[in-house]
C-alpha cells in the first residue's frame, strides 16, 4: 500500500471515528426531543427511557434524568423518578429542582425518611409541615406552620396543613378559617376542597360536602388528564 493510500485510510477511519463519536453523543438528545414530540403518553415514556438507556457521557446522564424527572412525578412513577433523582445524586448533578421533585416522589411511596432528610437539606420547610403531618408528628407540624403563616406570601398548603392540625384538635370552625383561606387563594385546589368536605361532613352538612366533594373530583379528574 502506498503512502497516500495508507493517508485516505487513516483519514477515512477518523473521519468514520468522528462520525461515530457525533452519532452516540447526540443519540440521547435525539430521542428527548422525540418524547417531548410524541403524540401518547407510552411513545413519550418509551423515548424517555430510551434517552437514559443510550446516555454513556456524565453530561448525557445529568441531562436525560433531569429532562425525564418532572414527568415521571407527573405520571405517578415515583420509583423511577426516585432512580434517576438517586443517580443524580451520585453523579454530583442534585439541586433544589429535582430535590423538590424527588421529596413529592418519596412521600408519595410512603418513604417519609428520606423525604424529611432532603426536605432538612433543601430547607423545604412546607415539605417538612406535610411530613411531619403525615408522621403525626402534629407538635412539629404545628411549630413550622405557624412560622409559615408568619411569612408575607402564604402558600395554599400551609393554610391546608393548618386547617388538617385544627380538624386533629376538634376545632372545626377555626380549621374552616384556614380551608377558606386556600380556596379563596386557589378554587379548584383538590387538596383544600377534600379538607373542606372533611370539616363540612364533621359539622354534619352533608348536602354541602357532597357539593364540595364533586367539585374535588371534577377537578382531580381534569388533572389526571393534563398529560395525557
Known sequence: ?????????????IMIGVGFLIFISSLPFLYIWLGISAKFPEDRMEYQEKAVETSLFRYQKIYTRNSSLPSLVL???FYTAIEYFEELEK??????ANIKLAIFSYIRVGDYDKALKYAIQANDKVHQ???????KNYAKANEIVDELLKRNNV?????IYKAELLINDKKLLQAEKYADMALAKAPNSV?????????????NRKEE?????????????KRSMLYY
Open 75 to 77: 405520571t405517578k412513577d
Open 209 to 221: 360536602a357532597k357539593k364540595y366533594f364533586k367539585k374535588a373530583r371534577v377537578q382531580e379528574i
Open 91 to 96: 453523579l454530583d448533578a442534585v439541586d433544589n
Open 129 to 135: 409541615a406535610q411530613i411531619y403531618l403525615l408522621t
Open 155 to 159: 402558600q395554599i398548603n400551609t393554610y
Open 191 to 203: 387538596d383544600a376542597l377534600y379538607t373542606k368536605v372533611k370539616i363540612l361532613n364533621k359539622t
Open 1 to 13: 500500500m502506498d503512502k497516500d493510500s495508507i493517508v485516505a485510510t487513516v483519514i477515512s477511519l
